[in-house]
């Protein structure tokens, strides 16, 4: 099918809505909290109230009724400001909500879902472990059914996780090996763990090289025990059941990079024009606009890409090659105009001050997460039927 890159009225009505909230709302305050490494609550709540963490939910469960185009356009819209705030809001839809709408029981959905779509509560996605990192299928945390009690018993530990110790975290999915196939493989399944179940320990935040205004903790499972209805979706198909969500993940991903990257040009190019040098704008000089020229058709090529792959998912195609493509292509990309708008920036791109300075620290997490650039080759390559790939 043909992508249409032209949005509805009402999918630009929404972009408008949510680049003039980053601009007037979160551009003046972002940095403060960048620099105390402080979780925003304020524009996190405002987010809430305007419904972005329900976006692609129905409206049965406190939803807004969207779709995963809409989600990508708001953290493009996002992140071309700040991709702490940007982050928070992918995590918590792409990761922390969705796996139990697209897997959760109705029992599950409607306990959880409403509180997670308004932003009164964020969930988290415990995937990531100490030891295994890209190989996500090496997962050491264990589940056993207490029958006596009919509880799971949890042990393990987590690390990475994105939204898992703010104030306001009210539950963590987490991958646990539940049991062995006849082969020996791990049967993994997922556990929703609510926030404050004893033996669950949230360790301090992490000290982040960038994504400082968002929450990244390493999590430890102790005897964690949880009602055997915390089941997520079947048992044993935990693994599978995350790896459709890093799919999408990737989606929104890319959409979050391709933000970035625009971001750089937009300073870029508000830079150029009143930076002077030798008396004249920088901005006049060919070497300055051949990099901004460059830096805005990268962004426009990735926007492209993750606009195709997630019209691909809305209208139900097969759509991992592309989201693939996407998230490779844009997270690189969003390295590459973080570098090229400091250097034009100069002396003060190495500044705080700065957005392209805060913009250069968060770009080289989206080469890393939800799948590293090689991780995605390989997905791209066995796409593509190579051999043995």
């Known amino acids: 099918m043909p992508l249409d890159h032209r949005l509805s009225p009402e999918h630009e009505e929404l972009r408008r809505t949510v680049e003039e909230f980053a601009h ?7 940095g403060d909290f960048y620099e105390r490494h402080e979780f925003p609550y304020e524009i996190v709540r405002e987010m809430g109230r305007m419904g972005l963490f329900g976006l692609p939910f129905p409206e049965e469960y406190g939803g807004m009724g969207g779709d995963y185009l809409a989600l990508g356009l708001v953290l493009e819209e996002l992140a071309r400001v700040d991709s702490s705030v940007a982050i928070t809001l992918e995590a918590g839809v792409s990761l922390g909500a ?76 987490v991958t646990a090996v539940t049991g062995h196939a006849e082969n020996g493989k791990p049967l993994i399944s997922s556990i929703i763990v609510p926030s404050g179940t004893p033996g669950f320990t949230v360790a301090a935040p992490y000290s982040k090289v960038g994504w400082n205004a968002s929450d990244t903790r390493e999590l430890s ?47 870029s190019i508000t830079y150029a024009r009143t930076r002077e040098a030798f008396g004249r704008p920088i901005g006049a000089n060919q070497a300055i606009q051949f990099k901004i020229a460059d830096m805005e058709m990268r962004a426009h090529t990735a926007r492209i890409a993750w606009r195709d792959a997630a019209s691909r998912l809305v209208h139900g195609e097969p759509f991992k090659k592309e989201a693939a493509l996407a998230k490779l292509y844009s997270s690189e990309i969003a390295v590459t105009n973080a570098r090229e708008a400091t250097q034009i920036h100069g002396g003060y791109g190495f500044m705080n001050e700065y957005p392209v300075a805060r913009m250069w620290r968060d770009s080289k997490i989206l080469e890393i997460g ?5 991780v995605q080759r390989m997905l791209i390559a066995r796409e593509l039927g190579l051999p043995g790939a």
């Open 24 to 30: 007037e709302v979160v551009a003046p305050k972002i």
């Open 98 to 173: 969705m796996p139990i709408f697209r897997f959760g029981t109705e029992e599950q959905k409607r306990e959880w879902l409403p509180k997670l779509c308004s932003g009164e509560m964020l969930g988290a996605f415990g995937l990531t472990e100490p030891d295994g990192g890209s190989d996500a299928g090496a997962t050491r945390t264990t589940a056993r059914l207490d029958e006596s009690t009919n509880e799971w018993v949890i042990n393990g530990t987590k690390c990475f996780i994105t939204n898992s110790g703010t104030d306001i975290t009210g539950l963590v999915t």
């Open 221 to 267: 499972f102790s005897d964690v025990r949880v009602p055997a209805a915390n089941l997520l979706g079947e048992q044993g198909r935990g693994y599978a059941q995350f790896l459709r969500i890093l799919d999408e993940g990737r989606i929104a991903i890319s959409a979050l990079a391709t933000g970035l990257a625009q971001g750089c040009v937009d300073e």
């Open 370 to 374: 939800e799948g590293t650039s090689e």
